[in-house]
């Protein structure tokens, strides 16, 4: 079996006297894309939010490269390669896509955000950040202002600054929303390749995306795992078509 390269034990969190993740296991392995899904409100930002480090668990742990990680800050797991990617938010629009990556790449090189104009003439993080707009099929949009970029391009832009990090994982927080059916369709190839830089868990609710893509999919309902399997398990499974796929599975 593939290398275990993220994995949950046992993750506990309750707001009140809800449980939002109610004993969650599951792991992520090299070379997959294991994707999570689930009816709203079932716990999967509150799962990926402790993955992360954002929110701190009441019980359970969390490990990453063999390592507990369960006390570590966001900072700290992003240092190891765990990349959380589409908070949009975190693209600078006026910026060029050129200078997006750069800051990313700066950011990985731990050195201090005041050196950027020097940081843009430096070789090697220049060729750094080039490297990832290449590997994202944006090379050729570097000078362009980022809000000129279509949503598509923007994830892919993300995942731009998230490559200079070199990762590790990618924890992927539904990179279809808002894209059309077009949109969705090219991100899915996208995300196809890129599973082979690192592997992807991803919280999706477009099932076309996450039928094409997951090798695995775990379902989340009312802060548990009912089922975990391979797409066709996934789409047999009575709980499952009970509990959330219905008719489109
Ligand atoms: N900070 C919070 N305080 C109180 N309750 C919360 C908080 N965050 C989440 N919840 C509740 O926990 C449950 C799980 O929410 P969560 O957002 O993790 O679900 P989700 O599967 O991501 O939903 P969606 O698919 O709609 O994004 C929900 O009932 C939600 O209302």
């Known amino acids: 079996m593939a290398e ?3 994995a ?3 993750l506990r969190k309750s ?5 939002a993740t109610d004993g969650v296991s599951i792991d992520l392995r090299a ?7 689930g009816p709203n409100g079932a716990g999967k930002s509150t799962l990926i939010a402790q993955i992360c480090g954002a929110l701190r668990p009441d019980a359970g742990r969390v ?7 369960t006390g570590l800050s966001t900072q700290a797991r992003a240092r190891m390669g765990l990349a959380r990617t589409f908070q949009t938010s975190a693209l600078a629009m006026e910026d060029t896509v050129l200078q997006n990556v750069l800051l990313g790449a700066l950011g990985a090189s731990g050195r201090p955000w005041q050196f950027f104009g020097r940081a843009s003439r430096d070789g090697a993080l220049r060729d750094r950040a080039e490297a990832a707009l290449e590997a994202v099929d944006l090379a050729e949009l570097s000078e362009l ?3 000129e970029l279509s949503h598509g391009q923007r994830r892919q832009l993300e995942v731009a600054v998230a490559l200079t990090l070199a990762p ?28 082979a830089q690192a592997p992807i868990l991803l919280v999706e609710h477009d099932m076309d995306a996450v039928f094409a893509l997951a090798d695995r999919i ?3 309902v009312y802060g548990r795992v009912i089922a975990t399997g391979t797409v066709d398990e996934i789409r047999r499974d009575p709980r499952v078509r009970e509990a959330y796929l219905g008719d489109a599975a």
Not at 63 to 69: I, T
Request: aromatic share 6%; hydrophobic share 45%; net charge negative.
């Open 168 to 195: 590790r994982a990618f924890v992927m927080d539904e990179p279809m929303a808002g894209l059309g059916q077009e949109g969705s369709k090219r991100l899915t190839g996208f995300l196809d390749g890129l599973r």
């Open 4 to 6: 275990t390269v993220l």
């Open 15 to 19: 707001f009140g006297a809800l449980a």
């Open 145 to 147: 202002r980022t809000a």
């Open 218 to 220: 775990s379902v989340l």
């Open 31 to 37: 070379g997959e894309i294991h994707a999570i899904i």
């Open 63 to 69: 490990a990453f490269l063999g390592q507990d990680v």
């Open 8 to 10: 949950t034990h046992d």
